[in-house]
Each structure stands twice: as C-alpha cells, then as structure tokens.
C-alpha cells in the first residue's frame, strides 16, 4: 500500500506557474502508473496528466497540454506536476493517484478514467486570478 500527500498549491496570478508535488510512501511511485486529477467546485473530477508505471508514456488532457509537464524522480519518491501559463479556468483542487494494476495495454486504454486507481492523496488547492 502506498500513501500519497500532495504539496504545492497555492494562489498564483494567471500566467503563473507552479510546480505540484506528490510525494509517495510506503512503497516506490515506480511500482505504480500515476494520474494526476483535478475538480473545480460545483465540477466534477477531471482528469489532467498520467505517466505509465514503465514511465514510458506520459498522457495529458488537451485542456493542459503543451503548458503542463508530468515527472517522476525514483529516488525522491516523489511525482511533479509543472504548471506553466496558469489560467483561472485551472484554479481546483489537484488529486494525484497511484494504480497498482501492472498491466501497461489496460492502462494506455483507461488512464483518464479516475476509478481505476487504487490510492488518492488528501489534494492541493491551486487558485488562479484573473
């Protein structure tokens, strides 16, 4: 079982950036695909980015791509989410989730989909003004 906390939140001008963290403990984020989720209020959760458990592939939402960037750092334990030319319209509680399930076909089918994951952090609030 692995437990994951979020950090890196916070209040940021549009055009901003900031860069999420996610930490992992218990057991190594490379035994695990990774999803990162988002949900505005009164919105439901959305999916924003993915790495595969291989790290191999990596997968965004259009809504994000080309200004958000998913990584993993084995030896921190830790998965980011660089946020860049932030936009009010990505100001929500950001999730990120762990999969436990090793089959790699499945997940490059099924990684948006928020309840194949096993394990959620507690979220960080990210705000973004206008």
């Known amino acids: 079982q692995v437990q994951l906390v979020e950090s890196g939140g916070g209040l940021v001008q549009a055009g901003g950036s900031l860069r999420l963290s996610c930490a992992a403990s218990g057991r190594t984020v490379s035994n695990y695909a990774m999803g990162w989720f988002r949900q505005a209020p009164g919105k439901e959760r959305e999916f924003v980015a993915a790495i595969s458990r291989s790290g191999g592939s990596k997968y965004y939402a259009n809504s994000v791509k080309g200004r958000f960037t998913l990584s993993r750092d084995n030896g921190k334990n830790t998965v980011y989410l660089q946020m860049n030319s932030l936009k009010p319209e990505d100001a929500a509680v950001y999730y990120c989730?762990?999969?436990?399930?090793?089959?790699?076909?499945?997940?490059?089918?099924?990684?948006?989909?928020?309840?194949?994951?096993?394990?959620w952090g507690q979220g960080t609030q990210v705000t973004v003004s206008s």
């Open positions: 989730a762990a999969d436990a399930d090793n089959n790699e076909i499945y997940y490059t089918r099924n990684y948006y989909l928020d309840y194949i994951y096993d394990y």
